[in-house]
């Protein structure tokens, strides 16, 4: 069972920048795509990016697109989220989680082992 640990998030005007971090346990972390949620208040949560095990792929959600990057590095079991131009409507709680399977379209349902999110608040 791998365990997720997100940081990184904050208040930042609009126009800022955040890069959030998502540490994992275990040692399988290399053979896993990961992605990215979030969850804005009264909202379902909703994909943002993943990648593929070996950083190879990436996937955006079309609102993120040109603004936001995700990377990882295999060696500190950590993905990462770089978040440029951030607007008011990037308000959420960011979640990492492992995905099993990678799908033309990603679901939620293709991912687990949920971390316990970090806060990103974006103003005006």
């Known amino acids: 069972q791998v365990q997720l640990v997100e940081s990184g998030g904050g208040l930042v005007q609009a126009g800022g920048s955040l890069r959030l971090s998502c540490a994992a346990s275990?040692?399988?972390?290399?053979?896993?795509?990961m992605g990215w949620f979030r969850q804005a208040p009264g909202k379902e949560r909703e994909f943002v990016a993943r990648?593929?095990?070996?950083?190879?792929?990436?996937d955006y959600t079309d609102s993120v697109k040109g603004r936001f990057a995700i990377s990882r590095d295999n060696v500190k079991n950590t993905v990462y989220l770089q978040m440029n131009s951030l607007k008011p409507e990037d308000t959420a709680v960011y979640y990492c989680?492992?995905?099993?399977?990678?799908?033309?379209?990603?679901?939620?349902?293709?991912?687990?082992?949920w971390g316990q999110g970090t806060q990103v608040t974006v103003s005006s």
């Open positions: 275990g040692r399988t972390f290399n053979t896993y795509t």
């Open positions: 989680a492992v995905g099993y399977r990678w799908d033309t379209r990603p679901k939620l349902s293709d991912f687990g082992s």
């Open positions: 990648i593929s095990a070996n950083g190879g792929l990436a």
